[in-house]
């Protein structure tokens, strides 16, 4: 059951209020300096992951008064609810079932009386089906040459998420398979993916629930156009078109053949439909073992959030120190900072996840919230990015907690890259605790032969303030199922936090209203009259495409 009362209402948020303000000119320098243990005990492992939160601006009593926070808003019971299939999508009246996919229990999961579990398998074997006859050269394009080439065309999470997973999977990809991912609606991202590609040896997959997103639709229509204009026929369309789409009648008038067609469900969100059909590109390019593998490391993180105590608990620790940092040190934005290559699609991936989820101004019952919620998630791949915006965590005039992700192990190993990645990331998350002092860049200027007063003057500009708090998430080598787990990390932590706020996490309707404005200001921009009730920015703008257009 939701819980809707205002989190600022709460006794146990007054308390946590004025610990804040106990602790909050505290230094973790210090704290680190008094405890030589504060590393083993702010540390969890989990589903082959293993979390360092001990550089987090907490202490013993910061972390019991948050975890009674959780109980107070019945955190354990609303997570059952999540796995049980509870409608926790009130404003939609769905589940949000997406853990179902990756169920490998013998636990049924009841959709309106229903037992869902049998269609999740049955969809599983057809995707290894499908699969097997594409990687074994058993279904071929239209002139009998095998495939070379996938191109997905989604756009949201049936975009983020498996592009993400497969990029991070990238060692174990089949050398015979290029995947391509189209999303945007901008002809010069389908012209340069097109032309490179043969139409005769190209497999497109379109991913839509509704076969109606405006983006998806469009690009998905344009490839069949360059389909039958380079060779192909209609009759050639059901070899080369393939679908993730609830709606059967439309994706089959598109061309494509039923039995190419594999179902999307209402309970499942786009940006947790990695683990559905909507994975089928990835599972192409790695084999379905991998993407069991996936779905396996995915249940293991799952199972840890169900029942790990909460304090033991790795998505609740997270979850409650991003409600930390957002509602009592009124931080607005959360970096997230992949060391290895082949992750540097996360952050993109989170921002979906996260600020689509938790971008969110009412309660479930619609009750403006008194409170700040979901923050800005943004970032980067190391080490580049210590080269361009590290330079504001470290002495910017506002802090963003980060978390560093790295494998303790490369794919790809070479002399000593991947030890000197390592140390980046680790003298990275050191900087930002630590800091310099001062006094400390004062002597280290004499210390370098500088004038006295010519250091006095540039010590200021050396000072880094640290006490800047980071999560480290670690382990051994970027495996399929570790990345199913880390993915499954994040969503559980979102879902957690919405949960401690009492938003709704699962529901998206500020991107319905960009869709439906879109619709409106493309036919202005076709010539259709301009509606009166336009803003006087947005009529001048649609009046300034149409007079550049005559003039190419």
């Given at each position: 059951m939701a819980i809707t009362a205002s989190l600022t209402q709460s006794p146990l948020w007054q308390q946590l209020q004025q610990h804040y303000q106990s602790i909050r000119h505290q230094h973790m320098r210090d704290w680190f300096a008094a405890d030589p243990q504060r590393f083993q005990r702010f540390h969890l492992q989990a589903a082959g992951l293993s979390l360092d939160y001990s550089k987090n601006r907490i202490t013993n009593d910061t972390l019991q008064l948050l975890l009674q926070l959780a109980q107070e808003r019945n955190l354990p019971a609303q997570i059952e609810g999540l796995f049980r299939g509870d409608v926790v999508n009130r404003s939609e009246q769905r589940p949000a079932l997406h853990t179902a996919l990756r169920n490998f229990s013998d636990r049924p999961v009841l959709v309106d009386g229903q037992d869902i579990m049998p269609e999740v398998r049955a969809?599983?074997?057809?995707?290894?089906?499908?699969?097997?006859k594409i990687r074994r050269n058993q279904w071929r394009g239209y002139t009998n040459k095998a495939f070379t080439d996938v191109v997905s065309i989604g756009i949201g999470g049936s975009f983020l998420g498996p592009k993400l997973a497969s990029g991070a999977l990238k060692p174990y990809w089949d050398s015979r398979l290029n995947i391509h991912y189209l999303a945007n609606i901008d002809g010069s991202h389908i012209t340069e993916i097109l032309?490179?590609?043969?139409?005769?040896?190209?497999?497109?997959?379109?991913?839509?629930?509704?076969?109606?997103?405006?983006?998806?639709?469009?690009?998905?229509?344009?490839?069949?156009?360059?389909?039958?204009?380079?060779?192909?026929?209609?009759?050639?369309?059901a070899k080369h078109f393939t679908a993730v789409s609830s709606n059967v009648?439309?994706?089959?008038?598109?061309?494509?053949?039923?039995?190419?067609?594999?179902?999307?469900?209402?309970?499942?969100?786009?940006?947790?439909?990695?683990?559905?059909?909507?994975?089928?590109?990835?599972?192409?390019?790695?084999?379905?073992?991998?993407?069991?593998?996936?779905?396996?490391?995915?249940?293991e993180m799952d199972e840890h959030f169900r029942t790990a105590p909460l304090h033991q608990n790795m998505p609740v620790i997270m979850a409650l120190l991003g409600v930390w940092y957002v509602n009592f040190f009124d931080v607005g934005s959360h970096a997230i900072l992949p060391y290895d290559h082949y992750l540097r699609s996360l952050p993109a991936h989170l921002q979906q996840l996260d600020m689509e989820s938790n971008g969110k101004s009412v309660t479930q019952d619609g009750t403006p919230v008194d409170?700040?919620?979901?923050?800005?998630?943004?970032?980067?791949?190391?080490?580049?990015?210590?080269?361009?915006?590290?330079?504001?965590?470290?002495?910017g005039t506002h802090f963003s907690p980060c978390d560093f992700i790295m494998p303790m192990q490369s794919h790809n190993p070479i002399d000593n890259f991947h030890a000197m990645l390592v140390s980046n990331c680790l003298s990275q998350s050191q900087a930002l605790l630590q800091g310099k002092s001062e006094a400390e860049a004062l002597q280290e200027l004499l210390d370098s032969g500088m004038d006295a007063e010519a250091a006095r003057q540039l010590a200021p500009q050396k000072v880094i303030p640290g006490n800047r708090p980071s999560n480290t998430l670690y382990f051994p080598r970027s495996r399929p199922a570790t990345i199913g787990a880390l993915i499954a990390l994040y969503e559980h932590k979102v879902a957690a936090q919405g949960m401690l706020w009492g938003i709704n996490s699962f529901d998206q309707w500020g991107v319905e209203l960009g869709k439906q404005l879109g619709n409106k200001v493309l036919h202005a921009l076709e010539g259709e009259p301009v509606p009166a009730n336009f803003d006087g920015s947005t009529q001048g703008l649609i009046q300034a495409y149409l007079h550049m257009q005559h003039e190419l």
């Open positions: 969809t599983i074997r057809r995707m290894e089906e499908f699969c097997w032309r490179r590609l043969d139409p005769a040896t190209t497999l497109f997959i379109i991913q839509s629930k509704s076969f109606g997103t405006q983006e998806t639709l469009k690009n998905a229509l344009a490839c069949r156009h360059w389909f039958l204009d380079n060779g192909g026929t209609e009759a050639d369309l009648q439309k994706a089959v008038e598109f061309g494509i053949a039923e039995d190419n067609i594999f179902p999307m469900w209402d309970w499942v969100g786009g940006r947790y439909s990695l683990w559905s059909a909507i994975g089928l590109p990835l599972a192409l390019a790695v084999g379905i073992d991998n993407f069991r593998e996936l779905l396996r490391g995915a249940y409170y700040d919620t979901g923050p800005i998630i943004w970032g980067g791949v190391g080490t580049n990015g210590q080269h361009a915006f590290h330079q504001l965590l470290h002495q």
